[in-house]
């Protein structure tokens, strides 16, 4: 029995240096030990490209009509001069380009970038290495030829860029190409991360065509800045339909053909996730829709959705529109606006633990105001709910402590066989109606509540920014000056000198390093996981000090 609990200290003691380590080569800017290769590093579009006087060369356009509904590679487009609009709200700022009438950049006025809080998040862009791009068009061709695509010129209609007290602005921007006029129309409204895409077909041949309009985000391969295998970020395509619910992919299954959808549906959205944030076009309910995806060049990918618009007569204008969700993870908003979009806030294999505990956490906030003081809050309201389970514990542990010399006086006699001295030990324990596994209960129990709040922290854009008193600014981030991991230090120390010490000495050794250990790997932890830790520290050293003091008297 002693060398097993040896040997499981060995191996924390071990794991917990590996993850240090790991921890420190990704703060100094090197790889995980436990990521996989880089993906490669992304280059510039090359034939199949529009390029523009003033944006960046934009990824391939869509395919002629007798290919798949897919956009694909096109024949090179000529450059053309290209206007930047710009739109300002009250929570996002648009530059549109008229090359394509493509959202180059969006910028969310009120979240600061995870890596420079000087600056605002950015969602849409399309610079060095970097490409995220939301893009529209039509697929097909009539006998004049191709129809507007994203990599055709338009031409925007004046008007009002900003709200200037209204409640919302429109851009309008027109291209004609192979005989069809396709005015597209972006409707950004106040307080909305929500933006409507209307897209007028008119038939401008002798003809019917059979235009289909496509929605389709285009992101790099590169891995997320600041992730790794112990606070992983995931950014990768996501979707949804009824029939076959919420799919999570990843650039590597769609670069490796393990991965090439082609789902139909009449319901249903696509997206980009990203940690926080998610852009997603969401088409028209019951409009028959082809949801793919497909690998644009190199280390280039892209998901989208294909909507036919049935037939349209000569001189004859054809509508539909979709709406472009790009902005945080809101839960609340996420649930109001698409059936299953909220699951692009992904907590993992531990969602069952999670999703409730994030409710509790809301319902917290909405009363108390400050998510710091919430999760105060929610960890008082845990250790309450296992209050019992602590009690016994404490209680055994107490009681171990009180014939404590008995048991040293068992391994005085037996300490040439330690298997006898075991067998006594289980004895007295037997008689003494102490359970020597009850103080391990509590902990065990409360762990899938740590890793599902783990979970929370990094999910919720809801905490991203929050900030709690003083120095602590953002509950979602490390301890900036570690004094939550020095007081966990503290107080795991005083709770383990209220338990009974271990019997040998090399584990009461290692035992006397772990608060150490275990703090210096809270420096990498978000500050909230760590406030709920010494919450939970303090209120067990606490209880503990209170029924060891009945049992035993005061501890010395």
Request: proline share 7%; hydrophobic share 45%; charged share 15%.
């Amino acid at each position: 029995m002693e060398f097993n609990k040896r040997t499981f200290l060995w191996l924390v003691f071990s794991f917990s240096l590996l993850l240090l380590w790991n921890e420190w080569m990704i703060s100094k800017g090197g790889q995980s030990l436990f990521s996989a290769a880089p993906a490669p590093a992304a280059t510039a579009p090359a034939a199949g490209t529009a390029g523009t006087a003033g944006t960046a060369a934009l990824p391939n356009a869509p395919a002629a009509a007798g290919t798949p509904a897919v956009p694909g590679a096109a024949p090179a487009a000529q450059p053309v001069q290209a206007e930047t609009i710009t739109v300002t709200t009250d929570v996002v700022k648009a530059n549109i380009s008229t090359a394509g009438g493509v959202i180059t950049r969006l910028e969310l006025l009120h979240f600061r970038d995870g890596q420079d809080d000087k600056k605002n998040q950015v969602l849409f862009d399309h610079v060095g290495a970097k490409t995220y791009l939301g893009q529209t068009g039509l697929v097909g061709q009539s006998a004049a030829g191709v129809l507007p695509n994203h990599t055709t010129p338009f031409v925007a209609k004046p008007g009002v860029r900003t709200l200037d007290g209204g409640n919302q602005v429109q851009v309008v921007l027109e291209a004609e190409q192979g005989g069809v006029k396709l005015t597209k129309t972006y409707t950004f409204k106040k307080g909305d991360y929500v933006i409507d895409v209307r897209h007028d077909v008119t038939n401008l041949t002798a003809a019917p065509v059979q235009p289909s309009v496509y929605y389709q985000i285009t992101h790099d391969g590169n891995k997320p800045e600041g992730s790794s295998w112990f606070m992983p970020m995931y950014t990768g395509p996501t979707l949804y339909t009824a029939e076959d619910h919420y799919q999570k992919l990843t650039f590597a299954d769609i670069e490796d053909g393990s991965v090439e959808h082609s789902t139909k549906a009449d319901n249903g959205w696509i997206a980009l996730s990203q940690h926080f944030f998610v852009s997603a076009f969401i088409p028209q309910e019951k409009a028959q829709r082809e949801i793919f995806t497909k690998k644009l060049g190199n280390n280039l990918y892209a998901i989208g959705s294909v909507v036919p618009m049935g037939a349209v007569a000569p001189g004859a204008t054809a509508s539909t529109s979709a709406r472009l969700y790009s902005g945080p993870q809101d839960e609340k908003k996420l649930e109001a606006i698409a059936p299953g979009l909220e699951l692009v806030k992904d907590y993992g294999m531990f969602t069952v633990f999670a999703k409730p505990i994030f409710w509790v956490l809301d319902q917290l906030q909405n009363f108390i105001g400050n998510w710091g003081w919430t999760i105060v809050a929610f960890t008082v309201l845990i250790k309450l709910l296992f209050f019992p389970l602590s009690a016994a514990s404490y209680r055994s542990m107490a009681k171990i402590k009180l014939v404590a010399p008995k048991l040293q006086a068992l391994k005085e006699r037996h300490k040439d066989d330690p298997l006898k001295m075991n067998q006594a030990t289980m004895e007295l324990y037997k008689a003494e109606k102490i359970n020597p596994l009850g103080g391990c209960l509590p902990m065990l129990v409360q762990m899938p509540v740590f890793i599902a709040l783990y979970y929370v922290l990094q999910a919720s854009v809801e905490m991203r920014g929050a900030p709690w008193v003083l120095w602590i600014t953002d509950l979602t981030k490390p301890d900036p000056y570690f004094i939550l991991p020095a007081i966990y230090a503290i107080s795991m120390w005083v709770n383990m000198k209220l338990s009974p010490q271990p019997a040998d000495p090399m584990q009461a050794k290692m035992m006397m390093w772990m608060p150490l250990i275990f703090s210096v790997m809270f420096f990498f932890f978000p500050s909230g996981l760590v406030l709920y830790w010494v919450v939970n520290n303090l209120i067990s050293m606490a209880q503990q000090w209170v029924i060891t003091k009945k049992i035993i008297g005061v501890p010395k």
